[in-house]
């Protein structure tokens, strides 16, 4: 349902940690932010690793010194050097036992800044003598080492890092697909995943092969037959039986990966160009075929599961079964518009010609649809627990012809009032009944404009709507009853009319209100289309008024987008378009236009008519809020300055349009 479906401070740690650690992993973390600066991707990274620089090659040496030489076996003593007596007239040094890493590293650092303090052999009165303690924070090499690093510039670094290209490499990518094969025992999944890696590196030898990239182009045709070999392999382990089909698909399948291989690598002797090109469209060709043949096979695969999938819906009387095939139905039908017209279309019965009936007992006991399955499971007390998931299922399918037309074969329309009308039903229930409402009344959807038997029906599904929307809990089910009303309008004019007779205007003002039932602008685009297609109704205006819905409007006027994601975005444009609309709509009731006028709606429409930044640049509000300030001008020109009257009122729409959706373009 797309309602629902409808996105260091690393000096000042380091410098820490640097204390009190072992001196090889000291040397590691001092690698890592030498290389900081220049690394800042995992391909960058990758690339680093690959190729050192000498810098960072020495480093590894030294943990390998003081991995295999200091630090050997797992004894825990630990040797440093140490400035332990350093006089003006004896530059003797003696080699301290130390026990533990702790005292070895801080030995460690000491050697270091003992020698950043003696340039040359220099200042040896600066040296503590032996028995005084150093004055460890002074001269901290390690941080005046991080500071020159930021001037520094290694271009050995730098060179690797540009000559190698930004993307990955694809055989990298299809190991790591592999990587993640399912394993035995899930036929379904096998399929899926099988099926996408295929299908990826038929996408991507198509895109080598029009750069004429020959040799990536065989290489991939042989991991290809490697990947169809293995899909075919494991799948007959798992399922260990075959139809005739399936064998034929397979065999088909097979043999135009090795034609597809064979050419390929003759493609790479030949080094004649008109002689390529012509054996490019033959290799184009087989690809094609290709395609076909694995496209036949998986398709046979996947309806085989499903069939199984539905059969056992269908036959089960377990509810844990019941639950566990439902959502594994569900599943599917998140994997694409094919899966669902595979489900709406599968076969299954009971009864077969495998089951021992002959063609037309198994002809009359095979039942179509998974839809059949779903909503005979809706019409079993026993099941109540699992309707919810089932009616988000049949929401998902249907929204592929196929699965509408299943619907209306089986009454489906009579099944969803019942639900939505029964209060003994939770509601959940009721409100995954909205979602299917909503997903079979979708005016995106061509196909569900002839639904006869939910004219008949509608009436009771209004009303059932109505009262979900008023009595919801939670923003969710708010936003699946709005949605479905909001189609129904768009279905038929008759529903506004009956929404008008049940107060929907004045249980949806009220509901913006509360913030628990409408807080995304998700909601308010569903509420402002349902206010948009009654205002059509001259009896609309009054009621407009008596709920103190001009207000509401003109703060949808006002939309922003919490997150800016562009979902959020585009859903803040529909609400000020549709507000605009339902605000010229209503102002041909002179009542509403005073109130309008009063509330100052004029100078917002102004605003977002000269402001692309308020309307985020969106055509379709600027349009939209031209057609209504020209209707309030209409009513109260004395409401507009004189430049706004003839920029805005006075021209054509379209110049005015044209002079607004220019403000935003620069001629410096």
Request: aromatic share 4%.
């Amino acid at each position: 349902m797309s309602s629902r479906s409808l996105l260091m401070n690393c000096h000042c740690s380091f410098d820490e940690r640097i204390l009190t650690v072992h001196p090889s992993v000291y040397l590691e973390e001092l690698d890592k932010h030498r290389l900081q600066d220049f690394v800042t991707t995992d391909f960058a990274d990758k690339t680093v690793r690959d190729r050192r620089c000498r810098k960072c090659r020495s480093g590894s040496d030294r943990r390998s010194a003081d991995s295999e030489g200091l630090w050997s076996g797992t004894q825990t003593i630990f040797f440093a050097l140490s400035l332990c007596s350093v006089t003006s007239t004896s530059h003797a040094c003696r080699i301290a036992l130390i026990d533990g890493p702790d005292r070895c590293g801080q030995a460690l650092l000491q050697i270091g800044m003992n020698m950043m303090a003696l340039p040359g052999g220099r200042h040896l009165d600066s040296i503590p003598l032996q028995g005084q303690r150093l004055p460890f924070m002074q001269v901290d090499s390690v941080q005046r080492w991080m500071e020159d690093l930021k001037l520094m510039t290694e271009c050995e670094c730098m060179c690797v890092l540009q000559a190698k290209p930004i993307s990955l490499e694809e055989d990298t990518q299809g190991d790591l697909i592999l990587a993640g094969a399912p394993g035995p025992g899930d036929p379904l999944q096998l399929l899926l995943k099988r099926g996408w890696v295929i299908s990826t590196e038929l996408r991507r030898i198509g895109q080598k092969l029009a750069q004429d990239r020959w040799a990536r182009v065989h290489s991939m045709s042989v991991r290809l037959t490697c990947h169809a070999r293995s899909m075919v392999s494991e799948y007959s382990t798992i399922s260990r039986t075959s139809s005739q089909e399936m064998s034929q698909a397979e065999k088909l399948l097979m043999e135009k990966c090795s034609e597809l291989s064979a050419v390929t690598e003759r493609c790479l002797q030949v080094e004649n160009e008109h002689v390529l090109k012509s054996m490019k469209a033959c290799v184009s060709e087989t690809l094609s075929t290709l395609g076909q043949h694995f496209g036949q096979l998986l398709e046979l695969a996947l309806t085989r599961e499903v069939q199984a999938l539905v059969r056992k819906i269908d036959t089960s009387d377990n509810i844990y079964i019941m639950e566990s095939t439902t959502g594994n139905l569900f599943s599917l039908t998140q994997e694409g518009a094919p899966l669902c017209r595979i489900i709406a279309k599968v076969n299954f019965g009971v009864g077969d010609q495998r089951a021992g009936l002959g063609e037309e007992g198994g002809r009359s006991a095979c039942r179509e649809g998974g839809v059949v399955a779903l909503f005979k499971v809706c019409r079993q007390d026993s099941f109540r627990c699992v309707y919810p998931q089932a009616l988000r299922t049949l929401a998902s399918i249907c929204c592929v012809e196929e699965g509408v037309h299943q619907l209306e074969k089986v009454d489906g329309i009579l099944c969803l009032a019942d639900i939505l009308t029964d209060d003994s039903h939770s509601e959940a229930t009721r409100a995954e009944a909205a979602a299917v409402v909503a997903q079979v009344t979708s005016p995106h959807l061509s196909f569900t404009q002839h639904l006869t038997s939910f004219l008949e029906n509608m009436e009771e599904i209004v009303a059932a709507l109505i009262k979900l929307c008023q009595e919801a809990s939670s923003g969710e089910v708010f936003l699946l009853a709005s949605a479905a009303l909001a189609n129904i309008t768009f279905f038929d004019k008759m529903a506004c009319e009956m929404l008008l007779q049940l107060n929907a205007i004045r249980v949806l003002l009220e509901a913006c209100s509360d913030k628990q039932r409408v807080d995304t602008p998700y909601t308010r685009d569903q509420i402002v289309t349902i206010l948009a297609n009654m205002s059509v109704l001259e009896q609309c205006a009054s009621d407009i008024i008596q709920e103190n819905g001009v207000q509401l409007i003109m703060g949808m006027l006002s939309e922003k987008p919490r997150s800016g994601t562009p979902a959020e975005v585009a859903a803040c444009e529909r609400v000020q378009q549709k507000a605009a609309v339902t605000l010229a709509r209503l102002c041909r009731d002179p009542d509403v236009a005073q109130e309008a006028v009063r509330l100052s709606c004029m100078s917002r429409l102004i605003e977002l008519c000269r402001s692309p930044s308020e309307r985020n640049s969106s055509d379709a509000v600027l349009v939209a809020c031209l057609a209504a300030l020209r209707r309030l001008a209409g009513v109260c020109p004395e409401g507009l300055q004189d430049s706004d009257f003839q920029q805005l009122v006075q021209p054509r729409l379209v110049d005015s349009f044209l002079l607004c959706s220019n403000m935003e373009e620069s001629f410096v």
